[in-house]
């Protein structure tokens, strides 16, 4: 199992930014996916899942209506599209497969919104 995440970088207030979660070894839609973030100095927190059952789903409430999850299963990867995005968005993003077998992590990927 393989989460290849690519797509972080520095972008002004307001921006966007799209990351993506390319998976191997198994299929993303026998999985819970979920982008999750850390930022300095706080605990690592859940951004948003997706999976067959629930679909798009349990969005951070800061996030809700700037970031949105999706997946490409004819490409096995998840996305998070993020819009507007504030300074308190800076953080490392990771990805997060839930599967029978365990919880699968890819590296993280900083993001850092500045000025």
Not at 6 to 25: F, I, K
Not at 60 to 66: H, I
Not at 83 to 88: G, R, V
Request: aromatic share 8%; hydrophobic share 35%; with cysteine.
């Amino acid at each position: 199992v393989q989460l290849e995440v690519s797509g972080g970088g520095l972008v002004q207030p307001g921006g966007s930014l799209t990351l993506s979660c390319a998976a191997s070894g198994f299929t993303i839609s026998s999985a819970v996916m979920s982008w999750r973030r850390q930022a300095p100095g706080k605990e690592r927190e859940l951004v948003a899942t997706i999976s067959d059952i629930s679909g798009p789903s349990n969005y951070l409430n800061s996030v809700k209506g700037r970031f949105t999850i999706s997946r490409d299963t004819a490409k096995n990867t998840v996305y998070l599209q993020m819009k507007d995005l504030k300074p308190e968005d800076t953080a490392m993003y990771y990805c997060r497969a839930s599967k029978l077998g365990g919880d699968y992590w890819g590296q993280g990927i900083q993001v850092t919104v500045s000025s």
